[in-house]
Structures are given as structure tokens and as C-alpha cells.
């Protein structure tokens, strides 16, 4: 257990919500006693008073067949009708759904009316295109309009999107078009990230050129204007071919079971999980958790969650749970600190946030710059802080609250996973007293439980394997094309339990505590990465004999990336050793993606293995995060960790 844990545990300040929030807050105490009395008639309840449904349902949940489960099962609605026309039917078509701001400083307001607009234009394209109800798309966009359109598109015609994140490698993009046998890809010519334009359209033409693949269109929204290669018939630019379409688009219903989304995770081996969410269960869910956790007043607040729609926080925190409850929210394309280094804080100033959701990694690095960068700017319309993404260090949680959200608001800790689909754990804004570096509670309606390794449940603060005991509307409903991964990787270990991969433990108030990952799984800046993965994408490097990838503690990112690497016999001294671990952090760079650039490639003589040959991962991150190493009896060669450290010190 790391330092900043046992850290954690020691934290004991509470805060008290104040009155005045408590009585206007969204969310109230009777939804706890209401979700313990009848859990799975409250999700119907849920289900039928913040979706509309086009055939109401009359069974709520099938769990018949674990871990297979429905929800809603006879249901019918439309994803897309949800989040944008009933809101215009009802009136509120008028209101912003969308201020987008762009990097440059260009900037559009969108109301629902004109998303909705947007959407059945694209939907009328995807059809034309010979996308239809089940058919995959994939979509490679930056943080402009036309992914969220896009997506609602998809969704409008039955069709399941795969959002593939703007900074993954051709390898990566290809690997996930290819898994999902998508038949149109959606991107744009780049889009903007630290004052400069990058390529997206670069990165689909040589994803495709890898191997044969079953695409045939590829749909090119213009961004930055920068010239790109066209392949004529398959190449069709967005603004041209939406000019062609009707305006009008009525929205068919489909079963709450139709498959919304894939979107690939990293898993404890090599190869990304497509992870599978469903219609109706998944955003009831979303907007729950959205309505309650950030106490939404759709009327009067500005919504900020600052994550990329690549990842699950954009899918269900960018579009699905904010536009199913009309609120209005920022959408920002680039970095934090372009042009200026307050941007995040200019935006929230200029639009009244009040409501800010982002990640532990962002506030620490806005942490190390000085308060006195936000302090340029009036924050004061802020009213509710959110985190997500690892756990958030108290130190981190009281700056963000004072600093940034002037000492009084509140701040949510919220646990959950691409796979949940939603917030699981986190405490309500005018019910939970806050406690800095907690997830805390179940939201209600989910079960959470705390077991030992052999599946007993943990008493008192002992730490053990986090688990969600009974099944919950956003659950994931399997991994693409591959269900014995799935129930390997979450159900084998505890049965009908879903092993969520977390430790956790409880304090004497029954507050749940994350600490991090007991499997190869890291977590860097609250992005995913596979030990499994990075390391064989060093091993297919020339370079490199063996490799070995540990996640160490970091004080900015939480985790980074730290690899081992034995050369290849005949390339050693063909190069110096820092010139060969900055080859190999390019290339890591290069084939998965820049989130995955080791922080350092060590060059190593040999790695700590068992008698069995089982890397020592243990060790390595021992000489990584800087510590005395531990018990080293196991080892094959006792000698080893000396020659490692020779080369690390
Ligand atoms: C893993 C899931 C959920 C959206 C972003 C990440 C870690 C997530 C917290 C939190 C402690 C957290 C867990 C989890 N995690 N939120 N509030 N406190 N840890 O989604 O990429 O699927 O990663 O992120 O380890 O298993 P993801």
C-alpha cells in the first residue's frame, strides 16, 4: 500500500452540507429508503419518470441468467429522441445545449433546436449511406459539435458507435475498427491541441491501409483546413454530403436492450476489451446519476464535465446523461493552459459554470502552476465540484474545494468504470457529510460489498476486492464478440457478483475507500492502461529481448508508466542506453498513443523472476516509486536486484 493511502486513512475532516443547499438540493434523503425497500422497482420508477419511452415497459429486470441480465426488456424508446426532441416538444427548444468553445478561441452556441436539427440531417446521411439499425461506426473526431452530433446519429438509427479517443495510434484505431467490423468512420481533417493542429484524417488513411477491413465510407468533417490525402469513392467530406439530405428525420423506437455503444478499455492482457452498453438500462442510469450527483437544475445551471467524449466520462457525462436531462453545458476542445495558462478558468468565468467535473490529475497539475492563476478569474457562479478518474488525494480535494470553489461548495468523489456505464459510488450534494479522499456511498439503487480473496465478506476496515453484489440498469452487457472473456474476467472469481478489479475498504462510518487496482491494470492522469499491452508493444521493437512494465506512483498523473527492458544481444553498445530508452519510449508513443509514452525505459541486465519465471513486478515498483526494496527470498537469482539497481540509480 502506498504512502498516499495510508495517508488517506488517517483523514478525518467532514464537511456538513450547509441548509441552504440541503433544502434546494435535487437529490433527497427518501431515495435511499426508497431503493432499500424495492431496488428494482426504484430503477423503474427511474426509468419511467426521466425517459420517455415510445412502448412502455412491464418487466424491469431479468436476471434469469446471470451475468447475463435485462432491463426493461420490453421496453422501446429512442436514445436520440431522449436527449434532444422532447425537449424541444416540451418547450425548452431555445435553451443552449451546447457552448462549444474551440481551442483557437472560436466559439458556437447551440440550442437544442439546432441539435436536434444537426442530428436528423446526420442520421438522414447515415442512412444514405447504408448504415442501418445493429451496423457499426466508428468515430474519430476531436472535441468539436459533430462528435456529439455523430454520435446521436448512430444512436438515432439504431446503429452502435465506437468512439475511438483522438490521441490513439494508427495500430490502435485499426485494431478496434477491425474488432467491431466498423462500416463508416467518422473524423475530420484534425483539430486543435496546444495552439497547433494535429491530423486525424492522417492517422484513418494509414489505420486503414494496415490490413483489408469491412469500412466503406469514411466521413471527413472540416476542422483545421490542412490539406489531406483523398481516396475518391470512399472519402466523403461531412459538410458536402449533409447539404444533399432532408431536413427532417422522425425517430424510430427500439428495444431497450438495442445495443448502444462498444468502447474499448484496457484489460490485463495485450488486447483492448470492447466493452458493450445497451439503450434503455444505461441511460436511465446516466441521467439519474447526473440529476443527483451534480444536483442538475436543467433551468438555471451551466454544466462543465471537462472529459474527452473518447472515454466513458464523455460518453454518459458529455452526452448521454446531461442531454437526456436538457441541461446546458460547455463542450471545450483543447488544453487546459492554451493560449493562457487560466483557459479552464476564462471559460468557467465567461460561461457562469457552476457545475465542474474533471479529474484528480487536472487539479493537481493546476495545484503545482499556483492558486494564483485561477484567482485571475471570477469562479464565484461555481456551486458543485465533481472528481473522477483514481482516487482523489485530500490535499487535492480541500485545494479544488477552497481554491477553486471558494471554500463552502460541494465536491463529489465519484467511483465508477467503463464498464458500469455510470457513478456507482459517490455521495449526494445536501445529504452526505463530505469526507476528502472517500468515494463513500452506493448510490442508491446499487449494491456495493467489500470481499476477501476467497469471497467472504470483509468486517470492520479491513481491506479486500470491491464488488457490486446485485445487477444495475448500466451494467455492461458484455465484451464485444468475445462473452468467455467476459465472464472470466468479472464473474468467474465471486459468481453473481461483479468483480470490479479495485481494493477498497471501509472506516468505522461505513465510508468506502478506494485503493487503486489489484490487477496489471494502470491508472495514469484517470486513464486506463494494460501493463500487458505497453509491454508487448515494447517486446515488438527491435531492441528489446524482454520487457517488463510497472505502474509507479506519481505525484501529478497519480500513476505513470515505468518499463524494464533487456536488449537484444546484438544491439547492446550499438547505442548508449539513454539513446536506446528514448527510441523505445518513441515508439510506445507511436503504436499505442501518447497517453501510454513511458515516463522512463530503464535499461536492465536481467529482470526479478520466480523459480517459475514469473516477472517480480512487486520489486520493480519498489525501485521505481524510489523505496527500499522488499522481501526478495522468492527470487530465482538473488543477485539480480543489485545489477537492476546498478543501472536505475
Ligand atoms: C478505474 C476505471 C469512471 C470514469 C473514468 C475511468 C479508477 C475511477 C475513481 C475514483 C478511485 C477511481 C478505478 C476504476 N477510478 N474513478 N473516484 N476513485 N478510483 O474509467 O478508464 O474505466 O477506469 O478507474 O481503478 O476501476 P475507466
Redesign the pocket.
Known sequence: MNVQIDHNLEEIRRFRPSPEFAAGAIAKPDLYTDAAADRVGFWGEQARDLLHWHTPFTKTLDWSNPPFATWFEDGELNVAYNCLDRHVLAGNGERIAIHWEGEPGDSRDITYAQLTAEVKKAANLLTSLGVSAGDRVAIYLPMIPEAVVSMLAVARIGAIHSVVFGGFSPDSLHSRIVDAEAKLVITSDGGYRKGRPFPLKETVDAALEKSETTVEHVLVVKRTGEDVAWTEGRDLWWDDEIALVDADHEAKAFPAEQPLFILY??GTTGKPKG?LHTSGGYLTQTAFTHRNVFDLHPETDVYWCT?DVG???GH?YVVYGPLTNGATQVLYEGTPDTPIPGRWWQIIEKYRVSILYT??TAIRSFMKMGRQIPQQFDLRSLRLLG??????NPEAWIWYRHVIGGGSIPVV????????GA?M??ALPGITDLKPGS?QVAIPGVSIDILSDDGEPVTGTDGGL?VVTEPWPSMLRGIWGDPERFTETYWEKFGDKYF???GARRDTDGDIW?L??VDD?M?VS???LSTAEIESSLVAHDLTAEAAVVGAADETTGQAVVAFVILKERQQGVMTNEEASELLRTHVSKQIGAIARPRQVFIVPELPKTRSGKIMRRLLRDLAEGREIGDTTTLAETSVMTSIMEQVR
Open positions: 478499455t484496457s466493452i472529459a472515454w466513458i466520462t454518459s479529474a484528480p472528481s473522477v478518474g483514481e482516487p482523489i468523489d465519484t467511483w465508477w468504470q467503463t464498464e458500469t457513478i459510488i459517490s468515494a470491491l470490479a478489479g479495485d478506494l487503486g487496482r491494470v491508472n484517470g486513464h486506463r
